[in-house]
């Protein structure tokens, strides 16, 4: 046989075992854009020293950042503490020894991030003209303001469906509908024909309030639809009393915010019996709405009535940091555009205590996905000839409390705009079995999807479908805040294969996560396998490096639903 055909031969064969990806195709998403061919690239090759250097990543050494950052010392690293302040102070030092140069604010190693913590407990609705009182915490809820200290509104109320609007996918809630100067009702869901990323990414908060304020909408109700008519809703509900975080300049403008965008002055709730009434009043129905929009066919209407909404907020502000660090690329042009490797800093600091234990450790969730960044860039260390491109090494702040350190990031970065090419992002990859398959959330939306092939097939790793989907995991940690900014990302987690054949790994992580995960029992003492979180490092490494080595910048695959972000 020549070595032409041993070479088909054998792509031939990595095409038939390796187990493709193949997100949940549904009508409404574009041709090709929601599934990634499980035909591979040719085989490539890594310089002796590449590979050298990827041999060089150190399990004992991932041990020891974890056990670090997940040390009781460091009091769960929630931002603003004395402990997080701990673990920053531990990755620049780490990054330096590794030979990182600082690409922070003004040549520094951090980014500033200023948290407002805003509250409200007065918000009052009413019904303009109504004399029957209304009950807060059962009939609404509104949440505070981070931007305006006192919020008096009066508006009608326009019921459209989820607040989707996506003409491209076929389906769009505000079609047909006026709801300028109005205050937007939704129900929370997504219509079956979308995928599960997309339907996760659709039924986001903050999706929903872009497209309420995009439309010229200036609130957004989400109503309950449960037959115990309490008032819930997303981030920001319960009763208006709960805390809500948010980033502000230095000027106090808020820059990123879970309860508030564009022209959005009214966030909250509507209870089910209330939202029922209000339909009922204008002869609609609510099990067939809901059956309607499920099927995927829209129905907005005017409720034909005006409501009251007033409220006061108060502010406590905090500062904590994102760490940035830098390699720089080898290429005349290319080194001036970057590869962005991430994971969060920051866990949940000192709370409840579960089983006489109080301090929220997070050894998993995050400490393993630093110590992974950390091992990347002990990579680049020991590689003389750097990539094309440039990395970004960047170690970021309150994830936990709805991406946000990763979104003021990505929204102003501390590079120049429009520089990023991609994220690859680590966010608790669960070493705690053998590594032998993964999922890439959101590979499948871009050309991402041919190195993740590439690597993994170079590991021996093979590549899945979400298990999960109905987790929304591509919507839940910070290569999201990348994603919707533009910039192509994705996130390595576990697959389902296992050594004994019986490709249940999902069952025991389940068992697992049950007992661990936002738990103060994820210490250094849980479950953990570092041979796999050195694998892990690799195949992380390996897609952020092809990258950085190919000319031409990752793309969103046409039609996406991301594309034109």
């Given amino acids: 046989m020549t070595k032409r055909y041993k070479l088909l031969f054998f792509v031939l064969l990595v095409s038939i075992s390796r187990v493709g990806f193949a997100q949940q195709t549904k009508p409404t998403d574009a041709p090709k854009a929601a599934s990634i061919s499980t035909v591979p690239a040719l085989p490539f090759k890594l310089s002796n020293e590449v ?31 004395p402990g997080y302040q701990m673990a920053v102070d531990y990755v620049v030092g780490r990054l330096k020894g590794l030979g990182v140069k600082p690409a922070g604010e003004n040549g520094t190693w951090v980014q500033t991030v200023k948290f407002r913590k805003s ?72 219509p079956d024909k979308f995928s599960s990323s997309v339907a996760a990414h659709t039924r986001n908060r903050t999706t929903i309030m872009k497209a309420a304020s995009d439309h010229g909408a200036i609130g957004v109700l989400v109503a309950s639809v449960d037959t ?64 309607q929009l499920k099927a995927g066919t829209p129905n907005s209407f005017d409720l034909n009535i005006t409501v009251n909404v007033s409220y006061t907020s108060t502010y406590q502000d905090m500062i904590s940091y994102n760490v940035v660090g830098m390699v720089e690329g080898t290429d005349p042009k290319l080194k001036k555009e970057y590869v962005v490797h991430s994971a969060h800093l920051d866990h949940l600091g000192v709370g409840r205590p579960v089983q006489g234990d109080s301090i929220y450790n997070g050894a998993h969730d995050n400490a393993v996905g630093t110590a992974s960044v950390l091992a990347i860039a002990n990579i680049y260390k020991n590689i ?53 398959s993964v999922t890439a959330l959101g590979a499948e939306h871009s050309s991402l999807a041919t190195q993740v092939a590439e690597a993994a097939g170079y590991l021996g790793l093979g ?102 972000n």
Avoid: C
């Fill in 228 to 291: 115990g008519g309490a008032a819930r809703g997303g981030r920001g509900g319960g009763g208006g009393a709960r805390p809500v975080n948010n980033i502000v300049d230095e000027n106090g403008k808020t820059v990123v915010s879970s309860v508030q965008y564009g022209n959005i002055d009214v966030n909250g709730t509507l209870g089910a019996q209330l939202f029922n009434t209000l339909a009922q009043k204008v002869g609609k129905n609510i099990k067939t709405i809901l059956s």
């Fill in 51 to 81: 590979k050298k250097a990827m041999d060089m990543v150190d399990s004992n050494q991932i041990r020891a950042d974890v056990t670090y950052l997940a040390d009781d010392k460091l009091l769960g690293r929630a931002p603003g503490t």
């Fill in 463 to 564: 590549v899945e479908d979400d298990p999960e989907p109905a987790q929304a995991r591509f919507t839940r940690s910070d290569q999201y805040s990348f994603v919707v900014n533009g910039i192509p990302a994705l996130h390595i987690k576990y697959g389902a294969k296992t050594a004994d054949g019986k490709n249940n790994l999902n069952d025991f992580v389940a068992v697992w996560r049950a007992k661990y995960y936002h738990k103060p029992q994820d210490d250094i003492n849980g479950i953990f396998d570092f041979r796999a979180g050195k694998t892990y490092a690799e195949l992380n490494f390996l897609i952020g490096y092809l990258v950085a080595q190919d000319p031409n910048r990752p793309t969103w695959n046409k039609g996406d639903i991301f594309e034109t």
């Fill in 119 to 190: 509250l409200s407990s007065d918000g009052l609705m009413t019904i303009g003209g109504a004399t029957a009182e209304l009950k807060k915490g059962t009939d609404y809820s509104i949440s505070s303001n981070p931007s305006k200290a006192s919020v008096k509104v009066t508006a009608p109320l326009v019921f459209v469906g989820y607040g989707d609007s996506e003409p491209k996918l076929g389906y769009d809630d505000y079609a047909g509908v006026d709801v300028k100067g109005k205050i937007v009702v939704v129900v929370s869901g997504v």
């Fill in 384 to 436: 003389k000839v750097k990539p094309k491109r440039s990395i970004i090494f960047i170690l970021m702040t309150g994830e936990e409390l709805g991406d946000m350190g990763s979104s003021y990031f990505a929204k102003h970065p501390t590079v120049p705009a429009g520089s990023m090419v991609a994220d690859v992002n680590t966010d608790m990859p669960t070493i705690i079995a053998p590594l032998l």
